[in-house]
């Protein structure tokens, strides 16, 4: 047994409702420059609907993630290093531009210009890869609140392989029609097919932590990744020429802050924490024989953090005892190992994916009461599961490779709560033998609720911070929190950064969206002329120093970054 901390995110689906703030958010943090146009590192799907992008669930197209050979051992879909060599210049299962959309702009100076007349002057939309006229058919909020359904509904890959195998199961008449939202973020898996499929060994899992990241200066822009990625959430920057991807905000969670995208959730519907898993036992789970034993597998994997052998291996391997004690309290634990409720987002594809989703109950309580019964009382609520309008085989293919009976026995947790629960918010006695009929106790039963209902900040992230002792393998020169006062307290450098400094990305990035947020100015240093990091300018105005002096052009000649971390995304 080797033991392993894993950051990972739970996403409780009740309570998305789709505002996109996230997405957002994210967009503004990380992709709001010039390459990453068209790129989401977190994007809010309604299902049921083609996803971004287009039908990227569909692997037989795509051949993303791994599949078993006729000996039982794991192999890469998408073939192995002769395939891949032999397709390295010309992929023919790349999703084009079209895949994902034309990202576009309008021509707002036509309508300051335009002269006085009788006529409405109109902005055409302009598209931002090649500046001509566009014409828009597709983006990546299309479906949003079905509003493709009737048209694309058909599409939806899961969608055609349930109607496929249940003689039109799903219909989409406007009284039977269902939705939900599905927020989306790079998996950051146990075992990525990314990895696995980059030639030049820039992708990355970090040993601390778990983060998948990209290294800048190893990337070569072959592509592959994007291949190899079965939920394609890495992206290609067209004008860097290097694949780009979620980071799940590394500099925000070495400080022990949460993720841009679970800071802004509107619904306060994210959680974040460790795990401790075997890495030792990761390919064997993987290679389960039926998919449908994968989310079970994929649970042995994750050990307990109350465990005295489990917390001897892990002090054996070097993870502090704050670390352990974030295990203990997390939230994500708790929802995926405890109670049982949330689950992986495809398991089929083998990749171990750490982003679990509690799946939504679905509205049935109005379809009840409209047949006059007690919506809440729970052997109505129970017997409501069989005919949810979301149904159970839909969200068995998104989550448990289609076993149904996982995903009744979580619908009914959830809904064994909402009925214990509401005896106690009347007043009256609860009723113990609600949470028994699922497997649980009344105390498991009321935690469960606090958690998913009425947890705090500090309940939704426990977050460990980094360690100095861990600084060399952060593949940084120190930690934020060796400086003084907290996270690094200097100012800011002239591009909203000081990377010639020996200082933490984590640290720059603070100092740098708080100058931003203080000042309306652009930051001037002559200390760091030629240094450009991407993350933290925001392209507010021209700072001393961005370009070389046109006198004397290697006057200031950019010198080599400090760090290799520096120059990743």
Known sequence: MRVMAQMAMVMNLDKCIGCHTCSVTCKQAWTNRAGTEYVWFNNVETRPGQGYPRRYEDQERWRGGWTLDRKGRMRLKAGGRVKKLLTIFSSPVQPELDDYYEPWTYDYQTLIDAPLGDDFPVARPKS???????????????????GGSMEHGHLDPVVQKIREESNERIRFELEQTFMFYLPRICEHCLNPSCMASCPSGAIYKRAEDGIVL???DRCRGWRQCITGCPYKKIYFNHRSGKAEKCTLCYPRVEVGLPTVCAETCVGRLRYLGLILYDADAVTGAASATS???LYAAQLDVILDPSDPQVLAEARKQGIPEDWLEAARRSPVHALIKDYRVALPLHPEYRTMPMVWYVPPLSPVVDLLEEQGHDAEAAPNLFGAIDSL????????????????????LVLKKLAAMRAYMRDITLGRDPDGTIPAAVGMSEEETYEMYRLLAIAKYEERYVIPTAHAEQAHDLEEMGCSLDFDDGPGMYDSGPL????????PVAVETYHALRQRQSTDAAASDDTLRGRVNLLN????????????DKHNPDKHSPERPGTEREARS
Do not use: H, M
């Open 128 to 146: 931002l890869i090649t500046g001509e006229d566009a014409k828009i058919t597709w983006s990546a909020n299309w479906d949003d609140n079905l």
């Open 214 to 216: 990209v290294d800048q």
């Open 291 to 293: 998919e449908q034993d």
């Open 389 to 408: 309008r979301i149904p159970v085989e839909y969200l068995a293919e998104l989550f448990t490779a289609g076993d149904t009976d996982v995903i009744d």
């Open 496 to 503: 909203g950064e000081a990377s010639g400094r020996p200082a």
């Open 537 to 548: 300018w925001d392209g507010n105005g021209t700072p001393e120093g961005l370009f070389p």
